[in-house]
């Protein structure tokens, strides 16, 4: 973290920067950030091994936020092209169902970030945030809304339908809600819901476009998994409880 407190504030004592900025952080409450950069044994200038604070992508880019400098921006693009390129490498080693699990496990999280940010946009309500959602929706799938998603599905009532999409369908909500995300918080004048809603339809076009551009499917045009996430969960807890269950038989092939 010290290296990149000097490249964002150019201090000539990054290491005092970062403990007072360490400070101010946990006075305002923000511990689990703080917490979460661990400190590990990297080569130093001197070329010792020293232990230094060090963190994830995600936790990197939260504290990035916290310092006022014209250098942050690249650092946070930076930072998301990690992110998806991660993604990308951790998901081609698994199968659909695996991807599937992995990816609905993400955009969870970053749509619960996004409705953080979008808060500060006064995108307030649950109604609110549900028209939000539905601009992105409706630019990203040619017109449609999550009702109108969750119909063309045959999906019933309390069905999400984050839990009916294949891998590439939630890849491709899972980049609209990061870049919506990183657009509510970069530009200064997203400050009503109207513009709020504005920009996320602007998201999900230009998600839609690269989609179309590189000759994908548009996520309209994707079939619907047979099994429901839900399904899946339920079946993974299955096999992680029978492979806690004791053996009857010892490694020898004895009865023990």
Known sequence: ???????????????????????RLQAEGANETVTN????????????????????????????????????EPIKQWLARVGAQKLDEVAAELDED??????????A?????LSDTAKG?????????AIFQDAGYRSLYDGETARDIAARKGLSK????????????????????????????????IATNEA????????GKAVRGVIQEQGGTPPEKLP?????????????????????QPSLFDETGDVG
């Open 1 to 23: 973290m010290v290296d990149v407190i000097a490249v964002l504030t150019d201090s000539s004592d990054p290491g005092t920067y970062w403990r007072v900025l360490k400070s």
């Open 37 to 72: 950069c661990n400190r590990l044994k990297m080569r130093a200038l001197d070329g010792k091994m020293r232990e230094t604070d060090a963190a994830d992508a995600e936790t990197m880019l939260r504290l990035v936020q916290s310092v006022p400098s014209p250098k942050a």
């Open 98 to 107: 695996q991807r599937r699990l992995l990816l609905r496990g993400e955009v």
């Open 109 to 113: 999280e970053r749509n619960t970030s």
């Open 121 to 129: 946009a006064y995108v307030l309500t649950s109604r609110d945030f």
């Open 158 to 189: 309390g069905q999400h339908i984050l839990d009916w999409m294949g891998s590439e369908e939630l890849a491709a909500n899972w980049f609209r809600i990061t870049l919506t995300e990183q657009k509510l918080r970069n530009d200064p004048t």
């Open 196 to 203: 709020a809603n504005r920009a996320h339809h602007d998201v």
């Open 224 to 244: 619907r998994p047979e099994r429901s996430i839900r399904e899946l969960e339920r079946r993974e807890q299955k096999r992680i409880e029978a492979e806690r």
